[in-house]
Each structure stands twice: as C-alpha cells, then as structure tokens.
C-alpha cells in the first residue's frame, strides 16, 4: 500500500514537472512575497450545544511560489482570532480562541485571475479568552494546543498583486482535551481576505522550454 501511494505522489509530480518545462522564457513566473488580512467568521461543530458564531479578523504574511504556469504553492503564516459564542443558564458567553496558523495552500488558475485553493493549515493555540471566567487558566488548559484543518476557498489576484480570497477552514482534529473534558469539537472558520504580493525582477523564476 506504501508502495502504491509513493509511485502515485511521483507520478502527480512528474506530469507537473513536465507542465513546468513547456513555459517559454517569453513568460517569467514570479515568486511574490506579500500580505494579507480579513474577516474571519468562527464557529465550532460537534457536541457543545446552544452555540453561534462570532466575528474575528486574521492577518500575517503570505508567499506566493509557481510551479508552473497554472499551479502555485502559497504559504502563509497568520494570526488568527477565532472562537464562538455559547449560551450557558440564559447568559451568551464569548469564548476566543487565537492562533498562530501555517496554512500551505495549492492553487489552480483556472484563468489568469480565478484561482481555486486548497490545502492543509496547521495551527497552534496562543491564547484563550471568556470574559465570564475569573481565572482562565484552568479553562485554556481544556483546550488542545495543537489544531490541524483542510482548507478549501477560491481567488482573484490582479497583475499589480492585490489579490481577494475567499475560504472555508474546517477542523479535522479535537480542539478540546479530552484528558480534561470529554467532549468532541472541531473548529470551523470562514474567512474573506484581501491582500498584495509584490513582484520584482530578482526573484523571477524562469522556465525554459525544453
């Protein structure tokens, strides 16, 4: 079984590698390195009960690298404000939830505008916030530091590099511990991005035509 998935992951990069070859030196793929922030609106899917979402920003850095002239790779390193609200005995209590989020996204331009994205993120749990909790402590100490999505979203990204996304980060993993509390609950954040990569000469990267 090992076998077969090793031999499919060089068959997918091979037919890239020879998409790569066929772009003449007539049209340089830039590497762009740049920004972007947003919304972020979260919420949590799984056992907690009387739960709704609540509205949060994202930001941080992004680096755009082409594979070939429809692929990219894009990684990115954000901070991420998440989170939700839950009733509890009749009161709404704002739970935030902030991380620090490797998302590496594939993209596929189906023009030379319109890209659809898709990729793993990884997260790590910086802080925990319930304006309801004296001490919240205890209460981060509930929650797994470590979080794993699938992200699937699309783009637009004009030739000046300002670019708009929009995406969907669904939890595959336990934000809660469950050595703590034994529950079962994944996050899940939408998030509408804008953003600019910038482009210069010396980190073009030519493709010669072979």
Known sequence: MKRNVFIFLVMIFSFISMKAQKISDEDPLYARAGFKGGINYSSILGDADD?????????????????SSKFYVQGELLYSAQGYKVEVAGQEQKISLNYISLPIITKFYVTDKISLETGPQFSILTTVGNDEVAD??????????????????????????LFFQLRY??????????????VTNRNSV???????LFKTKDNRRIIREQ
């Open 169 to 182: 980060n669904l939890g595959l993993t336990n934000i809660n511990d469950t050595a703590i509390i034994d």
């Open 136 to 161: 919240n402590d205890p209460f981060f100490d509930s929650f797994n530091d470590f979080d794993f999505s699938w992200a699937l979203g699309a783009g637009y990204k004009l030739e000046s590099g």
């Open 190 to 196: 939408a998030q509408l991005s804008v953003g600019y």
């Open 51 to 67: 739960i709704s979402g609540r509205v949060s920003i994202h930001l941080g850095a992004v680096v755009e690298y082409p594979i």
